[in-house]
């Protein structure tokens, strides 16, 4: 049973090529855009890397 859509494999909408354009302003690294980007660089490298260093927090201190 053949499937009768098309799917259009290099297709771009119009709102991602405005996200893109936008990202490639000087404007539109904000300081909390840094902060979010380094949080989440941070999020990942934590996700695939188990042994990566953790910062210590003084909740578990005495733990």
Same mark, same amino acid.
């Given at each position: 049973?053949?499937?009768? @859509?098309?799917? @259009? @494999?290099?297709? %771009?909408? %119009?709102?991602?090529?405005?996200? @893109? %354009? ?14 979010? %980007? ?26």
């Amino acid at each position: 049973m053949a499937s009768d @859509k098309v799917i @259009k @494999k290099g297709y %771009e909408s %119009e709102i991602t090529r405005f996200l @893109k %354009e936008f990202d490639e302003r000087p404007e539109a690294t904000s300081d909390a855009r840094k902060a979010e %980007e380094a949080k989440y660089r941070r999020v990942h490298e934590l996700r695939d890397n188990p042994d990566a260093p953790r910062p210590t927090s003084k909740i578990w201190k005495d733990f």
